[in-house]
């Protein structure tokens, strides 16, 4: 640190130095802490105002400073930066003021001084910052001897700016005419960085647009959002020549925003109130905020800094608009670099940014969307999740899926193996708002225990043995949709810890990761055993099976509800002969009467799988008793074995009441079906049973 004494000539020298002033002065040195110094002023220095015309230049010293200049405005033209243009060009202006130092100084809030550049060396001990802070007061020129045996000079610059506010220095060899000459010098050195500052300005805007423009073409490829989003705030860090930027995506359901990327924040994603600090208020008032001083601004959130022990300098935050205008976010670059401000440059640049970040999102998204609704929509016709049936119980069960699908409750379904519960879970999800979104099925029971937090929560890289990248587990797949738990019952009691945990909280938190996810989720869960005994038991939790249980359906066996064997048998037949590609296919009578005597221990799946056979191998487009009697298994329609010695009439008789009482029993008892099953009117299905003295006779009923 260097630091001089001031006085108006060499008469007053040897007095004021018996009698020195103390002044208080700061001095800033790249960047670091500034130091407080004490700074001996002698006496006022020779002072000319600068809007006065200079006089005592000779034509000779006028002639080099044209052509000086001339060089200057050239140079100017063509620098890379104005630091760059003064170090080339300080040297010459050294030469023509016989100065062995020389310097362009700035004043930066402290208040300090910073050297912009410089030229040559000095003894000065210290530099008269006084001297500065007055020649900027006065706006006037200044020449005083600071040291013996050292001048030391100050000129305004033309144009005060950021590049600097005076052009300064120091000589041994005071000149006659130095401040006559100086003071022009100044006026042409302030044009020169001005119009160095204009260049550099056109030549950054011409870059930045055209890196926009490149940038809109890549955005257009993009597929996933994450890594978008970590393009256009690299592009953004590198435009506006700071230390960072983030994209603040606002979450209006949970008033909250996740910025990504978060640097220097584990996981790279930190979400923060939507309330507060400048992104809030950006989001408030939908305009762009330029902050100096971020510990000086009562708007600036300090806690974020703490988090990441960053500290903000300054910043600029911008709103991110859709295309019909709303704000779905924020843009937000921090620390300008080399200690400057933030212009409206920066703003404009970082809301040409912001707007075609907005754009791309809402395109990635749409994509996405539709990528997952062409999806869904593929799997939606093809399993055809419709409800069939005309019995009261069916009936039933479609209205009051109709009123769940409009709601979020969660759903548990109850049946035997293949009674369609699955169905029942796509038919609540397809006809409610969720229709677009996910539809993602998890058997519960074909997952290893050690697996099922991964497959369920997802895991990050490095999570256990086998973790090569980062998944994403079924809530985050389902996100906006539907996750159907099918086999709930079979799910191990530690894994039905975390789920009720994600039920309660809405929350996941990956494998081996800390970063809470939020998820939105419906939950329709699935069992064919009986919970309610299982929870008695210990094996399933009491709290979860209340969770799951706030609706339950349970689902008939097809075996309780014989009126829907034949619509059922007729719909997939139908459908498994188009994907055959085969005209309709139609069932005889008997093929009828031999479906409706079957016991259908596989309920609505084996009648799937029965038509699917029959769709594929049968010879003929009607299908014929004989054409199921090769498919069906003959196991399931035998009753108890008959003796070999019963002889064939006491057989025969044996075998038809066994038959009787089967159909009796498909029908519930109902005579008048037993009959139309049996091929028989009422009546004479009664006087074969009296033939075969049936004690169920007299105790049958309609």
């Not at 409206?344 to 040409?352: A, R």
């Not at 099918?486 to 990956?510: C, H, N, P």
Request: with cysteine.
């Amino acid at each position: 640190m260097r630091h001089g004494i001031a006085s108006c000539d060499s008469h007053w020298l040897s007095a004021v130095r018996q009698y020195p002033s103390v002044v208080s002065s700061r001095w800033r040195i790249s960047g670091e802490i500034d130091v407080i110094c004490e700074e001996t002023v002698l006496n006022s220095p020779k002072w000319v105002r600068c809007s006065d015309v200079p006089s005592g230049a000779s034509a000779g010293t006028c002639t080099n400073l044209i052509q000086l200049y001339g060089r200057q405005l050239a140079a100017a033209s063509q620098a890379g930066s104005v630091r760059t243009f003064l170090v080339t060009e300080l040297p010459g202006l050294a030469t023509e003021l016989s100065a062995q130092w020389i310097a362009v100084v700035r004043r930066v809030p402290g208040p300090a001084w910073e050297v912009v550049a410089e030229h040559g060396r000095h003894s000065l001990g210290r530099l008269p910052f006084a001297f500065w802070d007055e020649a900027l007061e006065r706006e006037s020129a200044g020449v005083a001897e600071v040291v013996e045996g050292w001048t030391g000079f100050v000129f305004p610059l033309e144009r005060r700016s950021p590049d600097g506010d005076l052009l300064v220095g120091a000589t041994r060899n005071p000149d006659a005419e130095l401040l006559p000459t100086g003071l022009l010098s100044a006026r042409a050195l302030g044009l020169a960085i001005a119009l160095a500052a204009e260049q550099v300005k056109a030549r950054r805007n011409v870059e930045r647009l055209r890196s926009t423009l490149d940038i809109a073409s890549r955005l257009s490829a993009a597929e996933e959002t994450a890594p978008l989003l970590d393009l256009i705030a690299r592009e953004a860090t590198r435009l506006l020549d700071c230390d960072r930027s983030s994209i603040f995506l606002w979450d209006k359901d949970r008033n909250e925003v996740e910025a990504r990327p978060a640097l220097g924040v584990k996981s790279g994603s930190l979400r923060i109130s939507s309330r507060e600090g400048i992104v809030g208020e950006t989001l408030r008032t939908g305009q762009a905020i330029v902050v100096d001083d971020a510990y000086d601004d009562p708007r600036f959130n300090q806690d974020v800094d703490r988090r990441s022990g960053y500290k903000t300098r300054n910043l600029i935050c911008v709103p991110l608009r859709d295309s019909d205008g709303s704000i779905v976010g924020a843009f937000e670059a921090i620390n300008r670099n080399g200690g400057y401000a933030f212009s409206n440059d920066d703003v404009e640049c970082l809301q040409q940014l912001g707007t075609q970040a907005a754009v791309a999102l809402r395109n990635l998204r749409e994509k996405s969307l539709l990528a997952r609704s062409r999806e869904q929509l593929a799997e939606k016709v093809s399993s055809q999740a419709q409800i069939v049936g005309t019995s009261s119980a069916i009936t039933a069960l479609r209205d009051t899926v109709r009123r769940l699908a409009s709601t979020d409750l969660p759903v548990l379904v109850l049946g035997e193996s293949g009674t369609g519960k699955e169905v029942v879970a796509n038919a609540i999800h397809f006809g409610g708002p969720r229709a677009n979104s996910p539809f993602v099925a998890v058997n519960c029971a074909a997952i290893a225990e050690s697996l099922l937090e991964s497959e369920l929560f997802g895991h990050e890289q490095g999570a256990f043995t086998d973790a090569r990248d980062t998944r994403q587990g079924k809530f985050e797949l389902a996100d906006g949709g539907t996750l159907f738990l099918d086999e709930i019952g079979d799910m191990s009691l530690g894994g039905q810890a975390k789920l009720l945990r994600v039920l309660e909280q809405k929350v996941i938190t990956k494998v081996g990761g800390s970063q809470t996810i939020p998820v939105n989720v419906r939950i329709v869960a699935a069992t064919n055993s009986n919970l309610a005994e299982a929870v008695r038991e210990k094996r399933f939790r009491e709290d979860l099976y209340y969770r799951l249980s706030v609706v339950t359906l349970d689902l008939p066996p097809l075996r309780d509800r014989p009126e829907d064997i034949l619509p059922l048998a007729e719909f997939f037949l139908a459908r498994f002969a188009a994907q055959a590609r085969r005209p309709s296919m139609q069932l005889t009578s008997e093929a009828r009467r031999r479906l409706q005597s079957h016991a259908w221990p596989g309920n609505i799946r084996e009648l799937r799988n029965l038509m699917e056979r029959v769709a594929f191998l049968c010879a003929n487009d009607r299908v014929d008793s004989e054409d199921l009697a090769f498919i069906l298994s003959p196991d399931s329609d035998q009753g108890r074995p008959l003796a070999l010695d019963l002889g064939l009439d006491m057989a025969t008789r044996e075998f038809q009441k066994d038959f009787i009482r089967r159909c009796i029993k498909q029908v519930n008892n109902n005579m008048t079906d037993a009959a139309r099953l049996l091929g028989l009117h009422r009546s004479n299905l009664y006087r074969k049973m009296k033939q075969l003295k049936m004690e169920e006779v007299g105790n049958s009923d309609d």
